[in-house]
């Protein structure tokens, strides 16, 4: 069991934990790297196929649980674990929090702050991709849908309208609707090019994850100018009683105090 004062604090390096797939631990990352006092390892669960590269030592898959999570913490002898998960990863978060609590490693998640309703803003907010499908109304409409491929089915459920659906990867058999427009684009966008496509697709309402951050705001932006609905899908809950921060930068000032903290 790793202890925040055990013999692994003997070395100069501190070793570290990012649980990332976000643009905020891609950006911790890159200030950790060539850092000489820290020894960073990023991992990614693996759903995206050509996942950008990245300035540190990379692997990907899962821990099978908070208990194979554990025991990597320990077999690696992880010093700090940052959560840098999508705000949606609900379980990996909940897995960290428990290894870390039973390893006694210091955790911190690094979470971008949800976005907030605007002036101008026609936001309906649910709790569930369920709820996002049931939101949409019986009377056939086209909707925007953007939020990942692995939450397309629930709206198999409501197959009168025409959903143009916007994904880093194929989505494949995902949807199974009747009248699906399928695209494939990454993150960043601008405003303009979002008002464009969603003037193209005729779009009659947007279903988004209230993500945050700011790569895929701009399609909020657009839907504002345009006087669109938005369906936003809240946060899943996460582990309370961890540290939490909102910028690599802060996370980064929160490793050097840790680290300066061991002998």
């Not at 976000?22 to 006092?37: D, K, N």
């Not at 379980?91 to 101008?120: F, H, K, M, Y």
């Amino acid at each position: 069991m790793l202890d925040s004062g055990s013999e692994f604090r003997d070395k100069e390096f501190m070793r570290i934990l990012i649980l990332g797939g976000t643009t905020e631990a891609s950006a911790l990352a890159a200030r950790l790297s060539g850092r000489s006092e820290f020894s960073p390892l990023l991992s990614m669960a693996g759903r995206t196929s050509d996942p950008r590269p990245m300035p540190v030592p990379t692997r990907i898959g899962g821990f099978g649980g908070s208990t194979g999570l554990g025991a990597f913490l320990r077999d690696e002898r992880i010093e700090a674990v940052v959560d840098a998960t999508h705000p949606f990863a609900a379980v990996i978060s909940c897995n960290a929090a428990e290894a870390c609590g039973r390893s006694r490693v210091p955790l911190l998640a690094l979470r971008r702050p949800a976005w907030t309703p605007q002036e101008g803003d026609r936001w309906t907010e649910v709790p569930s991709m369920e709820a996002a499908a049931d939101a949409l109304g019986r009377a056939p409409r086209r909707v925007f849908l953007t939020v990942g491929r692995l939450e397309l089915a629930p709206f198999a459920a409501a197959p009168q309208h025409t959903y143009v659906v916007r994904t880093i990867e194929p989505i494949g058999d995902a949807l199974t609707a009747p009248d699906v427009i399928a695209i494939q684009d990454r993150a960043p966008f601008d405003e303009a090019a979002e008002r464009r496509l969603m003037e193209r697709e005729r779009v009659d309402v947007v279903v988004t994850k209230n993500s945050g951050g700011a790569a895929t705001y701009p399609k909020i932006l657009a839907a504002r100018s345009l006087r669109l609905p938005v369906i936003v899908v809240k946060r899943p809950g996460k582990p309370p009683g961890i540290e939490e921060v909102a910028t690599a930068d802060a996370a980064l000032d929160w490793l050097a105090r840790l680290h300066g903290r061991t002998p």
